[in-house]
């Protein structure tokens, strides 16, 4: 259970729903409120079965590569640690979709990056590696953290008036020092395995 509810937290850190939530509305602000919410429940479901073909296929994924699990801790580590950094002193982005002014997104930006990005799926196929018996756990842990930001996301309106820009971004920078410290667990992680399969 205690290892459900980590992988959970790890996974929905990871996919910062609360960070998303202004380019999410930057991203939709041009689209009518019906078709807004259809467009979210469609990113999400493409979002959703991509993590789901990372996290079953994840071994093959390594095999076929020839990347050890170690590998992908100390580099998962890295780029995770990076995406914190990136959370708690957060930089001034122009414009975050990239998208023409009216122009409906389609699996890019939504469901990949912002979703499903790298750093999510390298952590899916170590968790299928480090886990291979516990499959349905992780299935539960990713559909927890799923759902959690589906709900945060579809609820955006309200999150955002409820917390405002600055708890908004109060509550991220929280989010990344969990993530500091889950990022720099995940490296010692690597170079502990490293060093012991020397």
Known sequence: MSEIISAA???????DPLGNLPIFMSVLKHTEPKRRRAIMIR?????????????????????????RAETVSISGGIILFLIAIRMIF????????????????????????LLAGPTLLATLMLLSHQYPGQMSELVIALLVAWGG????????????RLLGEKGVNALERLMGLV?????TQMFLDGIRAWIKGL
């Open 179 to 183: 993530l500091v410290m889950i990022a």
């Open 9 to 15: 937290v790890l996974l929905i850190l990871i996919m």
């Open 43 to 67: 990113e999400l479901f493409i979002a959703l079965l991509l993590m789901l073909v990372f996290l079953f296929a994840g071994e093959r994924i390594l095999s076929f590569l020839n990347l």
């Open 90 to 113: 957060p930089g001034q982005e122009g414009n975050a979709s990239g998208l023409p002014a009216g122009e409906e997104p389609f699996i890019v930006p939504l469901a990949i990056p």
């Open 149 to 160: 930001t589906a709900l945060i996301l579809l609820q955006s309106s309200l999150f955002l």
